[in-house]
């Protein structure tokens, strides 16, 4: 009996060193580098306005909205005219974003974008009139106004012109102003979420071992793959808890994934990336075909014959020798680059010959084509 206890506790020893070890091989990252607190996010702000001051390159006058929005404007301040009446082409309707931050407080400044929505050149030089910024509510938290700032321009006209970036999108930096609060009161809540950016079960349980052993408390649990939910004690400090557990590094399991893109043959595969045993035949085809145009002319003082153009077609075809190489079962990433490397395989030919060797099950790996 003391004979079988001592293999145990052997085999328990053993089991314990290789997790350790495993564990100390992965990368330690910090919580707050790879989850979010749930509710504690952006908010989109958008508006619609009028950008005046602008030398000659606004919307035309098929633009009807960006005249109508100027006739209101002017009825506002007590001037009655009719939009049909309105010619000028300094001012061009546009669209104003922005990016609401958490716990946000009426007077904390904004950058916008401002974009042309009609025919407008560009809007270099242009003034943002005031314009409000709501949510997807329809509630408005903050007003935007100010000089625009372009990194591009367009110069010239008709067929003689040049245009650098895109002339029609404009920032105004600090150029909004929030009004209305839109923050969480972090005291009234007797618990948090944490999201994980990458899902996984394995990471999930790591980090709620990681704060239940910072706070010496079982007040972590992982719900699912990517929420783990973290109780406040009464009489605790949310944000003092909050900026403990954003520090904690946990070990990060990710999975073996490849991913391809095919339109410009870049190939990017991870370390846990394995192979099976297969064999890559590799081979081109190359084929030229040449057309050189000879003059063929008569004799010299001959009145028998004319010059003619004769074209004379070459054909060549060169057939590569098909290129191996051999790869066991567990390789890495790098026996296969390094195996493709030896064959001349381009990234292109790279991304068809990962397909094929997911296609034969050899690849231990999610493939993504993008």
């Not at 030398?55 to 100027?70: A, I, M, N, P, V």
């Not at 010619?87 to 042309?116: E, M």
């Not at 903050?142 to 008709?158: D, E, F, K, V």
Request: aromatic fraction near 4%; glycine fraction near 10%.
């Amino acid at each position: 009996m003391l004979k079988w206890i001592l293999r145990i506790v052997v085999l328990v020893l053993a089991i314990m060193v290789a997790s350790y070890a495993h564990a100390s091989d992965m990368t330690q990252v910090r919580i707050k580098d790879l989850a979010t607190i749930e509710g504690v996010r952006e908010n989109p702000l958008i508006g619609y306005g009028l950008v005046v001051g602008l030398k000659g390159t606004g919307d035309s006058r098929q633009t009807l909205f960006s005249t109508q929005t100027l006739s209101n404007i002017l009825q506002r301040m007590g001037v009655q005219v009719a939009g049909s009446a309105i010619r000028v082409n300094n001012v061009a309707a546009v669209f104003v974003t922005a990016n609401l931050p958490p716990f946000s407080r009426p007077g904390l400044q904004l950058d916008v974008t401002v974009s042309s929505i009609g025919d407008a050149k560009s809007l270099e030089g242009g003034m943002l009139l005031l314009t409000p910024l709501s949510a997807a509510n329809g509630q408005t938290y903050a007003a935007a106004q100010g000089p625009l700032t372009l990194g591009g321009y367009s110069a010239g006209g008709g067929g003689n012109s040049k245009i650098v970036n895109h002339p029609t999108v404009g920032r105004v930096p600090s150029g909004a102003v929030v009004e209305k609060p839109l923050s969480v009161d972090l005291s009234q809540m007797s618990s948090f979420s944490f999201l994980l950016r990458s899902p996984d079960f394995a990471t999930a349980r790591g980090l709620a071992l990681a704060v239940n052993q910072a706070t010496g408390k079982s007040v972590a649990r992982a719900v699912d793959s990517r929420r783990i939910e973290v109780q406040c004690a009464k009489g605790d400090d949310p944000t003092e808890l909050l900026a403990m557990v954003q520090e904690l590094q946990v070990a990060v399991h990710t999975s073996a994934k490849v991913v391809v893109n095919e339109r410009t043959g870049t190939v990017v595969m991870g370390k846990d990336v394995q192979l099976g045993a297969i064999s890559i035949l590799h081979g081109n085809l190359e084929i030229e075909v040449k057309t050189q145009l000879l003059v063929s002319q008569p004799n010299a003082f001959s009145k028998v014959g004319e010059t003619a153009v004769v074209p004379e077609t070459t054909v060549k075809a060169v057939d590569n020798p098909v290129r191996r190489i051999e790869l066991n079962e567990g390789a890495t990433v790098e026996d296969l680059v390094r195996g493709l490397q030896t064959i001349g395989a381009t990234g292109r030919d790279i991304a068809a010959i990962l397909q094929a060797i997911k296609q034969a099950d050899a690849l231990h790996a999610e493939l993504e084509v993008i």
